[in-house]
T-cell receptor, first 112, second 110 residues
Framework: DAGVTQSPTHLIKTRGQQVTLRCSPK?????VSWYQQALGQGPQFIFQ???????QRGNFPDRFSGHQFPNYSSELNVNALLLGDSALYLC???????????FGPGTRLTVL | DAKTTQPPSMDCAEGRAANLPCNHS???????VYWYRQIHSQGPQYIIH???NNETNEMASLIITEDRKSSTLILPHATLRDTAVYYC???????????FGTGTRLQVFP
């Protein structure tokens, strides 16, 4: 039973570029949440997708957008990258709402 | 902002119980207490959660005070693999949004 998987593992971009991160939820899960974790900080909630729609959103600008596909996998897109976007991006999946969230290993994004 | 307060770091000898405290004095009646941990360079791992009653599972025990303003996570027999950052999170019953603080860095030593 595969857990939450994320790709790529590491990514280096330059300021102003755009990036897409991918997440496959744990088998049987239909809800995906994204978090950003800066160095030395706890994860910060970006948004959550359920039934291919954004259901909740944290305090992040519109440069951060996402998508969920019919197979429940999800993408996180960040436009116009800033140096401050450098972080570990974590995906978490769950079965429906208000249930235990399982986290993936994350994608380490470095913006130069 | 995180609604919990935790000590930044703690040490524990291998084989001893690790007791990690958490203060959540502003918790509301419909909010759960969740504990996650994050081992270096990995995603957070769910440990346990509770509302009012004490809870126990194969990983840990959660003790919530009667007034619900604080709780303690207990790892009964700490091992070196329990070295991690432990996050105490208060989550309302109507949202999936987990608000992490900076957690407690637990160092288990031989």
């Amino acid at each position: 039973d595969a857990g939450v998987t994320q790709s790529p593992t590491h990514l280096i971009k330059t300021r102003g570029q755009q990036v897409t991160l991918r997440c496959s939820p744990k088998s049987g899960h239909d809800t995906v949440s994204w978090y950003q974790q800066a160095l030395g900080q706890g994860p910060q909630f970006i948004f959550q997708y359920y039934e291919e729609e954004e259901r909740q959103r944290g305090n992040f600008p519109d440069r951060f957008s996402g998508h969920q596909f019919p197979n429940y996998s999800s993408e996180l897109n960040v436009n116009a990258l800033l140096l401050g976007d450098s972080a570990l991006y974590l995906c978490a999946s769950s079965l429906g709402a208000l249930n235990e969230q399982f986290f993936g290993p994350g994608t380490r994004l470095t913006v130069l | 902002d995180a609604k919990t307060t935790q000590p930044p770091s703690m040490d524990c000898a291998e084989g001893r119980a690790a007791n990690l405290p958490c203060n959540h004095s502003t918790i509301s009646g419909n909010e759960y207490v969740y504990w996650y941990r994050q081992i270096h360079s990995q995603g957070p791992q769910y440990i346990i959660h509770g509302l009012k009653n004490n809870e126990t599972n194969e990983m840990a025990s959660l003790i919530i005070t009667e007034d619900r303003k604080s709780s303690t996570l207990i790892l009964p027999h700490a091992t070196l693999r329990d070295t991690a950052v432990y996050y105490c999170i208060v989550r309302p019953s109507n949202t999936d949004k987990l608000i992490f603080g900076t957690g407690t860095r637990l160092q288990v030593f031989p």
